[in-house]
Every structure is written in C-alpha cells, then in structure tokens.
C-alpha cells in the first residue's frame, strides 16, 4: 500500500502564474487534509476534504486558493495568480476516518521567483 | 480554539543523554495530542499519539510522551539520545472527535551533539 503520494515534489512558479498541487491519498482513505508550511513554522491547516465534498476550508485565504476532491482522481490545491508570500511547503494528509490519524506525504515545495 | 505552544525553537542534547521536548496545549474540549517528526526535505512521521485511556504513551524510536492534564501538558522524552534523532519535532492537537484538522506548535529542532 502506497503512501500518500504528493507531486510535484518542487515547484517552480513565476508571479502571477498558477500552481497546481495534486495529492493521492492513501488506498481507502477518503479523507484529506491540506497543510502549508512556511519557513521556520508549524504546519497550518487548510481545508479538510471528503469525496466530492469541502468540509472544513477555514483554513483557507479567502482569494486565490481553492481545493477540490473528485470522486475520481487525485485532491487538487490550486492557488491562481500566485504571490512570492505564497512560498511554502504544502503537505497533504489523508485518513480513512475521522478515528484514526493521517498520514502525511512528503510535501510539495512552492517556490514563487 | 485550540492552541499548541512549544517551548524552545532549539534544543540541544548530548548524544546518549535524555531528551526533553515540551508542548503545552488549550483545548476547550479533552483532545487529541500528537507528537510527528520531520526530517529535512520530508514530510511528517507520526511518532506517538493519545486519544483516550493511559497518560503514558509509547511511540516509535524509543520516545514517549505522558498527557498530564492538570498542567495541560504533553511533554516528549527519551531516555537516551541518538546522532539519528536530530530532526524537528511537531506537537499537535485535535479536538477529540472533531472533524478539524490539526493545530500545530512551532516546532523545536532537536539538535545532537557527540
């Protein structure tokens, strides 16, 4: 059973340009957190996911941020007209249920030039 | 709201000596306490984790960590450091049951000298 698999792993985005970060969960996991994490802080949350559905996107800016889960494919994070202050790592983390802990994959580090 | 603070962006112990990692938490209801490593480049690695039941929990790698609620506290120890160890250390918790995500500490970098 495969991790949770993030790609890219590095990338690389000019001002103003849009970055699509895709996350697969974990095989029978329905549910996905979203993270970033900027230098020298803690992980912050984002937005909480299930199939097709937005549970919880408290975590999200308001503008240029968004997130989806289809029933088929991976969960996309997608933040359009991207800013240097958007830089970060952004980790994905996906459960089967809301009892047991997420596993986290490796990371998708956004490097706005 | 919940809140997560750790103490100490940096901690630095001898290769062999005891390990201290402290994280204190608010939470408006009894949570859930998480303790993740990181390695550079990496992402997070759950090392250990309380839900319910005995304060003192064991995880992997010889850590543990007690939930002492009085002092709303969940600090990580292990008894003898490895060069393998350093890395940076997330407490974290969760509203027990909740369907929100985790709140994170800063972090401490737990540094190993020989």
């Known amino acids: 059973n495969a991790g949770v698999m993030q790609n890219p792993r590095h990338l690389v985005r000019r001002r103003g340009q849009e970055a699509r970060l895709r996350c697969s969960p974990m095989k029978g996991h329905s549910h996905v957190y979203w993270y970033r994490q900027l230098p020298e802080e803690g992980l912050k949350f984002m937005v909480y996911?299930?199939?097709?559905?937005?549970?919880?996107e408290s975590g999200m800016p308001k503008e240029r941020f968004s997130a989806e889960f289809p029933k088929e494919g991976p969960s996309i994070l997608r933040i359009q007209q991207v800013v240097r202050g958007d830089s970060a790592a952004y980790f994905c983390a996906s459960s089967p249920d809301l009892a047991t802990e997420a596993f986290f994959g490796q990371g998708t580090r956004l490097t706005v030039v | 709201a919940q809140s997560v603070t750790q103490l100490g962006s940096h901690v630095s112990v001898s290769e062999g000596a005891l390990v201290l990692l402290r994280c204190n938490y608010s939470s408006s209801v009894p949570p859930y306490l998480f303790w993740y490593v990181q390695y550079p480049n990496q992402g997070l690695q759950l090392l250990l984790k309380y839900t319910t039941g005995a304060t003192l929990v064991k995880g992997i790698n010889g850590f543990e960590a007690e939930f002492k609620k009085s002092e709303t506290s969940f600090h990580l120890t292990k008894p003898s450091a490895h060069m393998s160890d350093a890395a940076e250390y997330f407490c974290?918790?969760?509203?027990?049951?909740?369907?929100?995500?985790?709140?994170f500490g800063k972090g401490t970098h737990l540094i190993i000298q020989p």
């Open positions: 974290a918790v969760r509203e027990g049951g909740g369907a929100d995500g985790l709140t």
């Open positions: 996911l299930q199939k097709e559905n937005i549970i919880d």
